[in-house]
């Protein structure tokens, strides 16, 4: 009797967890608990809307009503007209030069903060200097341009007052450079904030390794910096274009509702009480949008940024 209870108590012991097994079940199962409100948050509030928005373009309208069905016909309304593609087309130029210009600019600047200005005060400094516009709204900060570039405005007013022009440039206000000018304003520091983060982890003894093996300053900014800068270029790219792909307010005011874009497109079906229209290019913008940044991803990983 006394064996058989010893052989059972041996076999309960050996089936028992490890202390290390109990240890990380324990530290598996804290984990999903401190991550369940932020996944609870991120499921009312982002994939339950989505969700709903891909149900909605599936339903039918007519001039009166919204009625549930599964049916294609808005998308095969959009996919089947030019007028679609040459609005996507259009937001793809916004993105694709507001890209450039705020690469070009928010490179140079966070080079300039990272690598010239040697107090961490100044450099802190001038950091907050550069979000003083993002102390005001989007709108305000857009709508400030309008009496800037208009016919009579303190820019043709110049040019003329210095002979450069003989009568008010008309292209400067309500035009595709007013909008590009606009979104620059708007999303240089996006672009700005990612990339100076990655230079400031820069090890600066790989700079004068460069120097000392005789690298002149373009060759050491293209072969050493830029690499060691693409996660936050990468960063910024994305925050860039997807805040250009959805941006439908700068484009109509800044264009004179003469320019259209994919949001634009959403928000006239909206106001026409078009919603399953509007969700089917709602659906269409998300579907593009991804597919971009899931291309972007596949050339550097940013999980090093974050």
């Known amino acids: 009797m006394t064996n058989q209870t010893t052989q059972t108590n041996d076999t309960a012991f050996a089936q028992a967890p ?9 530290h598996h199962l804290s984990g999903w608990l401190l991550a369940s ?7 009312g509030f982002l994939l339950l809307p989505i969700i709903m928005i891909v149900v909605v373009s599936f339903w039918g309208a007519t001039e009166f009503s919204i009625y549930p069905a599964f049916q294609f016909d808005n998308y095969a ?3 089947g007209s030019e007028v679609t593609y040459r609005v996507f087309l259009n937001t793809f130029r ?4 507001t890209w450039a210009l705020t690469l070009l600019i928010g490179f140079t600047v966070a080079y300039f903060l990272a690598f010239h200005v040697r107090s961490l005060n100044w450099q802190i400094g001038l950091f907050l200097f550069c979000t003083i516009p993002f102390w005001t709204s989007n709108i305000i900060r857009m709508i400030s341009w309008i009496p800037f570039l208009g016919r009579n405005g303190l820019a043709n007013s110049t040019l003329l007052s210095w002979g450069v022009i003989d009568q008010p440039v008309e292209w400067l206000l309500f035009s595709d450079f007013s909008v590009i000018l606009a979104f620059v304003h708007l999303y240089t520091l996006f672009m700005i904030v990612p990339i100076f983060n990655t230079m400031m982890r820069i090890d600066r003894s790989l700079l004068e390794a460069a120097a000392d093996a005789g690298a002149s300053g373009w060759q050491t900014l293209w072969n050493v910096i830029v690499p060691l800068t693409k996660p936050g270029i990468m960063i910024g790219t994305i925050f860039v274009i997807t805040l250009v ?10 264009s004179g509702s003469q320019s259209a874009n994919v949001g634009r497109l959403i928000s006239n079906d909206i106001a026409l009480l078009q919603y399953p229209s509007a969700s089917a290019t709602a659906v269409i913008l998300l579907i593009t949008v991804l597919l971009m940044i899931a291309t972007l991803l596949r050339f550097v990983d940013i999980r090093k940024e974050l």
Request: no cysteine.
């Open 245 to 254: 792909m959805g941006d439908f307010i700068t484009v109509r005011f800044m």
């Open 94 to 97: 916004y993105a694709a030069i």
């Open 37 to 43: 409100p932020i996944a609870l948050v991120l499921t």
């Open 77 to 79: 309304f959009l996919l």
């Open 18 to 26: 490890a202390p290390d097994a109990r240890r990380a079940m324990s």
